[in-house]
């Protein structure tokens, strides 16, 4: 390490406020708050459609309350007090699977309109032909190539000689 780069290391503390202070600047802290209130507010919105709308027509339905559905009630003095609460659990998975739907639907809506942005400048480009590109063989094979080469040459030879010495002893 040289003794500008020391120096440099030495003014940590300035070097984080202005990193910090870029990141104030471009905006992500002001996106990150605006994503966490409307986070909240569309997981109170969620939270609502799922506990009193649908959860509710359900148990109208069924004509149960959705803390009735226990499994393996807990009972004191004629209360429940604990056990494997089925309805709250429900309620909660239809809660992840509506939230995760928007999520799907808004990055496929997200994607579809990027893409379709791309598609529609690649379009304006002018079409050039595919340039195929030589496939040059490796290392290894040139070296397997030449031990083929190498072994038919003295399959060759090999097979000359044996001719040659089988057409002189008759």
Do not use: C
Not at 91 to 119: E, R
Not at 121 to 138: D, H, L, M, N, R
Not at 145 to 165: C, I
């Amino acid at each position: 390490m040289t003794r500008k780069e020391l120096e440099e290391k030495k003014h940590f503390v300035k070097k984080s406020y202005s990193d910090a202070k870029k990141v104030v600047l471009r905006g992500n802290m002001f996106m990150l708050a605006i994503g966490l209130l409307l986070g909240a507010s569309f997981g109170a919105l969620v939270s609502s459609l799922a506990n009193d709308i649908i959860m509710s027509a359900i148990t109208r339905a069924i004509r149960l309350n959705v803390n009735d559905w226990i499994l393996w009630p807990l009972v004191n003095n004629g209360k429940v007090e604990g056990g494997i609460y089925i309805g709250r659990f429900l309620s909660a998975l239809l809660q992840f699977v509506i939230v995760s739907s928007f999520i799907f639907v808004g990055l496929l809506i997200t994607f579809t309109i990027k893409n379709s942005i791309d598609y529609h400048k690649a379009k304006k480009q002018p079409i050039e032909e595919e340039k195929v590109e030589e496939v040059k063989p490796t290392t290894e094979e040139l070296i397997l190539e030449e031990l083929r080469k190498m072994n038919l040459e003295m399959l060759k030879s090999k097979n000359t000689t044996t001719k040659t010495t089988k057409t002189s002893t008759k």
